[in-house]
């Protein structure tokens, strides 16, 4: 099992809680947890992932990619809209939304994931998941985060 598949999935759970307006985070990702949750389908070999086959470690990343992106959103959001150009919050799709927002709250906050993979996983995502133009807008928005990020920690060492 891997990283990819947690991220996977808590970027289909993240869209999901934003759709439905859910409130419980706790209750929705204990139900994601169960066997027959559609969250760890492996849409490119078409078959269900086990949950009994996904280590620990990747469940625990799972929960704390979700409750983290949510926990932070307030500052997540106004980094995002420091850098639409031309763009506002409320005009971008949902899909590629839920997923800047995933690779932001890795950005800031998972030091051990390198930025390059996580823009990388979230282009990616865009591309399976949102519209022919996601993966590069996701990819120019994330790619502005990063080299801020990369100044503003290069100048608090």
Do not use: C
Not at 27 to 49: A, C, P, V
């Amino acid at each position: 099992m891997s990283r990819r598949l947690a991220r996977r999935s808590a970027f289909k759970a993240l869209f999901s809680i934003y759709y439905t307006n859910e409130n419980d985070i706790d209750k929705f990702i204990n139900k994601t947890l169960d066997n027959d949750s559609l969250f760890w389908l492996d849409e490119k070999n078409d078959e269900r992932t086990l949950l009994n086959k996904v280590s620990e470690n990747d469940k625990n990343f799972y929960i704390e990619l979700v409750k983290g992106t949510i926990g932070n959103s307030n500052n997540i959001n106004s980094i995002i809209e420091l850098y639409l150009k031309s763009w506002k919050m409320n005009r971008i799709a949902k899909v590629d939304l839920a997923i800047i927002q995933l690779a932001v709250f890795e950005i800031l906050y998972k030091e051990d994931i390198p930025i390059s993979v996580s823009i990388n996983e979230a282009v990616e995502l865009g591309k399976e998941f949102g519209t022919d133009e996601s993966g590069s807008f996701i990819n120019g928005v994330l790619g502005e985060i990063a080299r801020n990020h990369k100044a503003n920690s290069k100048d608090n060492i």
